[in-house]
C-alpha cells in the first residue's frame, strides 16, 4: 500500500505531518517517542510490532483482526469475539476492521474509519487513560518473555 499511502498523503496535504519511514532496523527508536501506537491491520498472525510498541510503554489502539491482538489486548474475552465499536479492553483499545478498500482524499470517511479516528482522539485526550495503558503495555508484555515461552512450548510437546 506504500504508493497508494504517498499519494493519499500528498492529496491531503499531510506531507510535513506524516513521515513513512518504510523498513526500519530499529524500530524502537521511533515508537519508544510516541504517544500512541495504531495498528490498524486487516488481518494478523502473531503482531510482532504490536509487542515492540508495548515493550516501548507506548499505549496501542489496534482493529481487532483475526489472530493476534484480541488474545493479547483482552485475553480474558473469547477468541470468537470481535468488537463493533470502541472496546477499552484490558491491555489495549480494540476497533472494528476497516474494509481495506482504497479510496480518494475527497471520499467521506467510512463509519469504521470514524470510529478509529474517535478511538485515537478519545486516547489522546486522556492522560489518565494513556499512562493506564502505558503501564498494563509494559507489564503485558513480560507474560511473552522467551523464559516463560519456552515453558509453555514444552508444556505443550
Keep these: 500500500m506504500e504508493d497508494y499511502l504517498k499519494r493519499l498523503v500528498n492529496e491531503l496535504d499531510l506531507d510535513k505531518d506524516v513521515y513513512l519511514l518504510g523498513f526500519q532496523k530499529n524500530p524502537f527508536k521511533f515508537i519508544s517517542k510516541s504517544k500512541i501506537f495504531v495498528f490498524p491491520s486487516l488481518y494478523e498472525g502473531f503482531p510482532n510490532a504490536l509487542l515492540e510498541a508495548m515493550a516501548c510503554g507506548v499505549p496501542v489502539v489496534s482493529?481487532?483482526?483475526?489472530?493476534?491482538?484480541?488474545?493479547?489486548?483482552?485475553?480474558?474475552?473469547?477468541?470468537?469475539?470481535?468488537?463493533?465499536?470502541?472496546?477499552?479492553?484490558?491491555?489495549?483499545?480494540?476497533?472494528p476492521v476497516c474494509n481495506g478498500n482504497y479510496y480518494k482524499d475527497r471520499d467521506p470517511l467510512t463509519n469504521k474509519e470514524m470510529i478509529l479516528a474517535k478511538s485515537i482522539i478519545e486516547l489522546y485526550s486522556s492522560k489518565e487513560l494513556l499512562e493506564n495503558y502505558?503501564?498494563?503495555?509494559?507489564?503485558?508484555?513480560?507474560?511473552?518473555?522467551k523464559d516463560k515461552i519456552i515453558i509453555q512450548y514444552e508444556n505443550i510437546l
Design 63 to 95: 482493529s481487532d483482526c483475526k489472530s493476534g491482538p484480541r488474545e493479547i489486548l483482552a485475553a480474558e474475552t473469547g477468541l470468537k469475539m470481535e468488537t463493533k465499536t470502541i472496546e477499552y479492553a484490558k491491555y489495549g483499545v480494540l476497533l
Design 134 to 145: 502505558a503501564h498494563k503495555a509494559k507489564k503485558r508484555v513480560e507474560d511473552f518473555n
